[in-house]
């Protein structure tokens, strides 16, 4: 039997949180009541003002407020003007840190993954867990993480691009 990963999961270092939920499923309940599925397969971090691929790096804005919240809250943008990203902040309030759900069993690529699951900007700022239709489930499933460097990330520098925070559950 799955259960309801609580706020206090996410409450925790990225680094730590980031591979944890490799193996999780994400799910969404839509307004007829049915609910979209996936388990997560690959993960990113991002950590920090410190780290320069995090949209942090440059400081609390309007577009990153919401990475400085306690953890559990929804950070869903949109990229390249067309696609919606979903990462979850993690840690405590005043330290912006967030993971990117990067890929599921069924839809690779972070893109492609939001867009089947119906995922968009509406549920930036919301709450994962009860009663918020948007949450991650434990049923248990611990695949081997393997990891390696981040995607898209060149503008943040050599140091940063080589970062192995991308966590990838091996087949």
Known sequence: MAIRL???????????????????????????????RDR???TEAYRGE??????????????TELLYSEGGVFY??????????MNVVTGNAGEPQGVLIRAGELYRGP????KNLRI????????AGDPADV????????????TA???????????WKQKEWRFIGKE
Not at 7 to 32: I, N, Q
Not at 111 to 114: E, F, Q, V
């Open 120 to 127: 968009d900007g509406s549920l930036n700022g919301v709450t």
């Open 76 to 85: 869903v943008y949109l990229c390249y003007g067309m696609h919606w990203l």
């Open 50 to 63: 410190e780290d320069k691929a995090c949209h942090a790096s440059k400081g609390r804005t309007k577009r």
């Open 111 to 114: 893109a492609k993954l939001t």
């Open 6 to 36: 609580e706020k206090s999961f996410f409450k925790r270092d990225v680094l730590e949180v980031a591979p944890e939920l490799v193996g999780k499923l994400v799910c969404h309940r839509m307004a007829d009541g049915s609910v979209i």
């Open 149 to 159: 460097p981040r995607v898209g990330v060149d503008y943040a520098g050599e140091y």
């Open 40 to 42: 997560i397969t690959e």
């Open 135 to 146: 949450w991650f489930e434990d049923d248990g499933y611990r695949p081997e993480i393997i």
